[in-house]
């Protein structure tokens, strides 16, 4: 699997200490709330139970399974909503976790989904945001790194199914995917 990536752009050294920067800069935001986490499945589900943990306070949990790359690695332009939350986000004060912002699809149908519902507020953080990747007009929150118009994989990201297990983000070798 490692002989796959061409380059590692984030160890996991880095991957931790921006987790624990994003935690505690969203927990100044709601230090009197006690936040909905809506965790993006299945990219986001590595990230969000690291920023969980590193987030000092109270929080609630919540995942949403909404798909718009079917495998590839070029988005198709729709959102399909696979699994949705168990909780009301009515007067809620919503932190939806991404693991990257790409084209933006996902998370612009997904917040203005949940504002819809009567969120409260509804906020994006986001590990990775690839703003040369951006088609629709949505902006994180908070983000951890901004990062280069490449195919990423690792720590939640996946290609094909595959790579999400790597403990570190790296680029894939174009020759896998082409
Ligand atoms: O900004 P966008 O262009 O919408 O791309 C970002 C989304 O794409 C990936 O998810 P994907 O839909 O591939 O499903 P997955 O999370 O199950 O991998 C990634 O995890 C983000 O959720
Ligand atoms: O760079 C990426 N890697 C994996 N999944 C993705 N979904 C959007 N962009 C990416
Ligand atoms: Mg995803």
Redesign the pocket.
């Known amino acids: 699997m490692n002989s796959d990536i061409l380059k590692v752009l984030y160890s996991a050294q880095d991957i931790k200490a921006t987790v624990q920067r994003l935690a505690t800069t969203v927990h100044k935001d709601y230090a009197d709330v006690k936040p909905l986490c809506v965790c993006v499945l299945k ?1 986001a589900v590595i990230f969000m139970t690291d920023f969980i943990r590193a987030y000092d306070d109270y929080l609630e949990i919540d995942f949403m399974d909404v798909s718009s ?1 079917y495998g590839g ?1 070029t ?1 198709s332009g729709d959102v399909r909503i696979d699994k949705d939350l168990d909780t009301s986000v009515k007067g809620r004060d919503v932190i939806i976790v991404e ?2 912002v ?2 933006g699809t996902t998370l612009k149908a997904l917040k203005e989904l949940l504002a819809h519902r009567g969120a409260k507020s509804v906020k994006i953080v986001a590990l ?1 945001d ?1 703003p040369t ?1 951006r088609t629709v007009d949505v902006k994180a929150d908070y983000v951890g790194q901004t ?1 280069p118009g ?4 690792g720590y939640g ?3 094909n199914g595959l790579y999400r297990n790597l403990p570190y983000i790296g680029v894939l070798k174009p020759e896998v995917y082409k």
């Open positions: 990219g790359y690695t988005s693991d990257i790409d084209t990775l690839k990747g990062v490449e195919f990423l994989v990201l996946d290609y």
